[in-house]
């Protein structure tokens, strides 16, 4: 960690800033753009997880850090959740909630470990 001095370098951070402009993408068109409460809670939940990693990267100490990682975390598994309603809902096909869910697990994983290394469980 020593060696990491801005939050873009940490590849939880990148997947999930990644996983906000995927959530992005699908919101903007089709039958979610109208569902504004679906919509708007989906969004909030992927922001929520990339700015959860930079705010805890900005605390002072392992155990503050982890605890927003623990957040970001939450977050992700939200949005995981989400991306059911909008299937069971029909607003995207099968294939669309496969990959955005695969993203969604690839950065809770990367956030666990790293809140694994952080409390000293590597």
Do not use: P
Not at 22 to 31: D, N, P
Not at 32 to 51: E, H, P, W, Y
Not at 57 to 66: M, N, Q, S, V
Not at 96 to 122: D, H, K, P, Q, V
């Amino acid at each position: 960690m020593a060696s990491i001095k801005r939050f873009e370098e940490i590849i939880a951070w990148q997947k999930a800033r990644g996983l906000v402009s995927e959530v992005y993408k699908l919101c903007a068109t089709g039958r979610m753009n109208k569902d504004f409460g679906l919509r708007d809670q989906i969004c909030r939940a992927a922001v929520s997880a990339m700015t959860n990693i930079a705010e805890g990267f900005g605390r002072r100490t392992h155990g503050d850090f982890a605890h927003f990682l623990d957040v970001a975390r939450g977050s992700a598994l939200e949005v995981q959740s989400l991306l059911y309603v909008a299937l069971d809902l029909r607003y995207i096909e099968e294939t669309e909630f496969a990959r955005l869910y695969e993203i969604a697990e690839e950065t809770t994983s990367l956030i666990s470990g790293l809140t694994s290394y952080l409390r000293g469980g590597r």
